[in-house]
């Protein structure tokens, strides 16, 4: 393969810049054709994405289960809001690329101390000690006066507004930039982790553990690596939800919102990463558009009932989920 | 005697009485566990149906039969049957309609579906019977039955505790010396190896289930008659807290759920007594973390290797 410079940088960048220009266009078209609450549910879908696909990481490629994400969620959350509000009083643009990444990291220490000890645990052990690290984080959230505690933080903000001449660019239309870009980075990012080495160690310890040790994989260390890059990711998921929604409040961060990420990923498939990015748009617009009428009208969460049966019977009837562990290209690639 | 250690007798009666609630509920998840390996999240919603079950006994009695059912023993025992039975009924169900189709599934899809049955039970509840809170009919007339300074024994807590001891006995004898109780022992030990030697195993299973579920309503009416405050979403966290019981006492141990129970609630009622009470629900899981790190299999439970 003898190819250009420009054709290798081209090779490496390629798909990150043309998913962006993606995003830009469809932000505009978005802005342009629907009101401001069908733009607020387009920011939540791209939250909702970058959820799913961290889980996947963990519950669909290494075959591990978390059921408390919406803790590292949270701390991403909470991270960005509280640096976008206390510490930086009035961001830039370029300031919130930043609140994201650090809102990452911190998930990922926060990662790294449950998952180091917990990792040895079997399956079902671990769920119960993420969920018991979720609700110990909300915990914590709602004592802590200083993110406002139990009446939440407020007045998070979106990018100032900027003008080219007389073409304005909304703090909408920026933020649903950075949040594409985080969309498509992540996306990249995991896509290209799971096809890796890496990866197939991933996938390995997923299929048989014990196979995977006798061919020399640490599997505690490659469990803690899937769960670090994971809530990594998820942490900048929940950036991008705490400048979308602009106000964080710990109840949001329950059970409830872990099991979200659990529909998504099952929906999609347990290791279909396009899976679970149509499963977290569907989802989303299905129950904010679709069914938050209904959910008012008889004032319990419908959705609650729903995802409960679309969990039972997709575990019953078709437990691979919608894609399996099939990609979304797969469908027209030649076998 | 001091006022301290007066006090602290209080708790110490206070902490043994929630705990072995904790006990009843913990022998079911550990019984389940023992057999399927599978945590069965719907468990604390049995519980909740067990409490809303002898709440609407107690109603219909009164509209239907036009008997006002005088608080006293006989009422206990009364809606302590009733939700036993309501409860085998929806254990036994939600073993044949979502556990036994996937019994060869791999197990994280059981766990899923164990999950989507809580959730499910959860919100169904909050459309039928109303997310607001309910009081729970008066079971019997509570009385201080000897003080000690500042402490007082209560009927509450002797009734719960002898209640609790009652089935827990019952259990262990009828696990150490009935056929069904060494079938029991059989399948959790070894399901394929008991099935060659000619038991039904999804029977036992069932069975697992009915007397789980029934432990779990006992625990409902205990909980009911001291705590009266019922509400759809009153299962998620006794259940949670009963579960890190049994995982604390070693999972699949019956004396470990008991164990486990009583210390948990010891510790829970210390926790808010003495330190804080705002962290009340973080220090269960902060324990069960610990347990986990420290001695995984818990207390009484067996390490057990995987073959391959």
Same mark, same amino acid.
């Given at each position: 393969m003898n190819d250009t410079p420009v054709k290798k940088i081209w090779k490496s960048i390629g798909t990150p810049v043309l998913s962006i220009v993606g995003f830009a266009i469809l932000g505009q078209l978005i802005e342009g054709s629907t009101n401001q609450y069908v733009q607020l549910v387009c920011l939540g879908a791209l939250a909702n994405i970058i959820f799913a696909i961290s889980l996947n990481l963990v519950n669909g490629f290494t075959g591990q289960f978390s059921i408390g994400h919406a803790g590292f969620m949270a701390v991403g959350a909470y991270v960005s809001g509280y640096l976008s509000t206390e510490v930086v009083k009035v961001p830039g643009l370029f300031?919130?690329?930043?609140?994201?990444?650090? &809102? +990452?990291?911190? !998930?990922?220490? !926060? +990662?790294y101390v449950v998952g180091l000890p917990s990792l040895r645990l079997r399956g079902d052990y671990l769920a119960i000690v993420t969920l018991g690290f979720g609700e110990i984080i909300r915990v914590i959230l709602i004592n802590t006066p200083a993110v406002g505690g139990a009446r939440g933080m407020g007045n998070i903000p979106r990018p100032v507004q900027v003008e080219i001449g007389e073409y304005a660019l909304t703090p909408w239309y920026l933020y649903f930039l950075v949040a594409g870009f985080f969309v498509a980075i992540s996306f990249i990012v995991l896509w290209?982790?799971?096809? %890796?080495?890496? &990866?197939? !160690?991933f996938l390995s310890v997923r299929e048989d553990e014990i196979a995977a040790q006798a061919m020399g994989i640490d599997t505690t260390k490659v469990k803690v690596r899937a769960f670090v890059i994971s809530s990594f990711f998820c942490g900048i998921s929940g950036a991008v939800f705490a400048h979308?929604?602009?106000?964080?409040?710990? %109840?949001?961060f329950t059970f409830t919102k872990s099991v979200d990420a659990i529909v998504m990923v099952v929906l999609g498939g347990l290791g279909s990463l396009t899976g679970s990015v149509v499963a977290a748009v569907g989802i989303t617009f299905l129950m904010e558009l679709g069914l938050r009428q209904v959910t008012e009208m008889i004032g319990i969460d419908l959705r609650m009932v729903i995802y409960p049966l679309i969990l039972i019977f997709f575990m019953i009837l078709r437990p691979q989920g919608i894609f399996g562990t099939k990609e979304l290209p797969d469908l027209w690639r030649r076998r | 005697m001091s006022d301290f250690s007066q006090e602290f007798i209080q708790h110490l009666i206070n902490g043994i009485s929630l705990g072995s609630i904790y006990a009843l509920i913990a022998l079911g998840y550990t019984m389940v566990y023992g057999i399927l390996q599978l945590i069965n999240f719907a468990h604390s919603e049995v519980y909740m149906i067990g409490a809303f079950a002898a709440y609407y006994a107690v109603k219909l009695t009164s509209t239907v039969l036009g008997v006002t059912l005088v608080p006293g023993f006989l009422t206990l025992v009364f809606l302590i049957v009733v939700a036993m039975i309501v409860c085998s009924v929806l254990g036994l169900t939600i073993e044949r309609l979502a556990y036994r189709p996937l019994r060869k599934a791999p197990k994280l899809n059981i766990l899923i579906t164990a999950i989507g049955v809580s959730l499910l039970l959860q919100n169904a509840g909050q459309l039928l019977f109303g997310a607001d809170p309910k009081f729970f009919p008066n079971v019997m007339e509570d009385s201080t039955l000897a003080t000690f300074g500042v402490a007082e024994l209560r009927l509450f807590d002797v009734v719960v505790l002898g209640v609790g001891v009652f089935f827990m006995t019952a259990l262990t004898w009828m696990i150490q010396n009935t056929k069904t109780g060494k079938a029991m022992r059989a399948v959790s030990s070894n399901a394929t190896v008991a099935s060659l030697m000619g038991i039904n195993v999804n029977y036992i299973i069932?069975?697992?289930?009915? *007397?789980?579920?029934?432990?779990?309503? #006992?625990?409902? *009416? @205990?909980?009911g008659m001291k705590y009266p405050k019922i509400e759809p979403l009153m299962g998620a /966290?006794?259940?949670?807290?009963?579960?890190?019981?049994? #995982? @604390?006492?070693?999972? $699949?141990? @019956?004396?470990?759920? #008991? /164990?486990? $129970? #009583? *210390?948990?609630?010891l510790c829970e009622e210390m926790v808010v007594a003495y330190l804080s009470s705002t962290y009340r629900d973080a220090f269960a899981f902060g324990l069960l973390i610990l347990i986990l790190i420290f001695r995984p299999a818990g207390l009484l439970g067996k390490a057990s290797q995987e073959k391959v």
């Open positions: 300031d919130f690329f930043w609140f994201a990444i650090a &809102g +990452g990291l911190v !998930a990922a220490a !926060a +990662g290209r982790l799971t096809h %890796s080495t890496h &990866g197939r !160690a979308a929604n602009q106000y964080l409040n710990p %109840s949001t | 069932g069975i697992t289930f009915v *007397i789980g579920s029934s432990l779990a309503g #006992v625990g409902a *009416i @205990l909980v /966290l006794i259940g949670l807290k009963a579960f890190v019981a049994a #995982v @604390l006492g070693g999972i $699949g141990s @019956l004396t470990g759920a #008991v /164990l486990g $129970g #009583v *210390i948990m609630g």
